[in-house]
């Protein structure tokens, strides 16, 4: 996916040694530009003053102690803003591996791998920013899309000019030539949803499902 124009991501780092070192050092081999930001407790994130927010948070089991249930949850707030989270522990540390168990958004870093650790979890903590962004653009771009096209088809403009970015779903109509038929209209509409059902969900099964149609009828209208 070709990311765009941002700032660095940001990886919070809770801890009292070196792992913002690491994963800096992780960062650079790998070429992936991050901005580590490191807090020494659990306190100076959870409080008034700490992040808003983030592309990923890091923490070892030493720094955060019995307080790393409530900085999991902290990354949890919102589905829909959930931060991905990695707890660095160590084989003697069980009860904070059962903290861990059972969140789809964190996973355990043993420390005596952690450097691989590492590469594994900061490409998916970029990828779920990247992602976000591309779908705030696409949002974006898609309304203003709309309030140009109110006006056109209003007479208040001649022609619209599209912004570069995102695609936001079948191609519109920039000018009165460009006006096609509702049936081809429709049609075009209905095989770029079934393709983007298709594309999202991973199965025919459960494209049909989100879709509102039967298996067979979606096998009919791809063939």
């Known amino acids: 996916m070709a990311r765009l124009e941002r700032n660095a991501p940001e990886i919070l780092v809770v801890d009292r040694q070196d792992l913002s070192d690491q994963v800096e050092s992780v960062a650079k ?6 901005v580590v930001r490191r807090f020494g407790s659990v306190l100076e994130v959870l409080g008034d003053g700490g992040p808003r927010g983030g592309a990923g948070l890091l923490c070892s ?3 955060t102690g019995p307080f790393l249930g409530d900085l999991l949850r902290w990354t949890d707030r919102d589905p829909n803003s959930r931060i991905p989270a990695a ?3 160590g084989s ?5 591996v059962e903290v861990v168990l059972g969140r789809d958004h964190a996973r355990w870093i043993d420390a005596q791998r952690l450097s691989a650790g590492l590469a594994e979890f900061l490409p998916v903590a970029v990828e ?5 962004s591309f779908r705030e653009e696409h949002d974006r771009l898609a309304q203003a899309l709309r309030e140009e096209r109110s006006r056109l088809f209003g007479g208040d403009i001649e022609r619209v000019v599209p912004e570069e970015g995102p695609p936001c779903g ?9 006006i096609k038929s509702l049936k081809d209209a429709r049609a075009q509409f209905e095989r770029g949803l079934i393709r983007a059902a298709v594309r999202e969900t991973g199965s025919l099964k459960d ?4 879709l509102g149609i039967s298996y067979t009828s979606l096998w ?3 063939r």
């Open 61 to 63: 089991v030493s720094a």
């Open 207 to 210: 494209a049909s499902a989100a």
């Open 92 to 96: 003697n540390d069980g009860d904070s």
């Open 220 to 222: 009919r209208r791809m």
């Open 29 to 34: 081999e790998l070429g992936t530009p991050v």
């Open 87 to 89: 707890v660095v522990g």
């Open 170 to 178: 079948p191609p519109l109509p920039t000018s009165i030539e460009e």
């Open 128 to 132: 779920v920013q990247d992602l976000r």
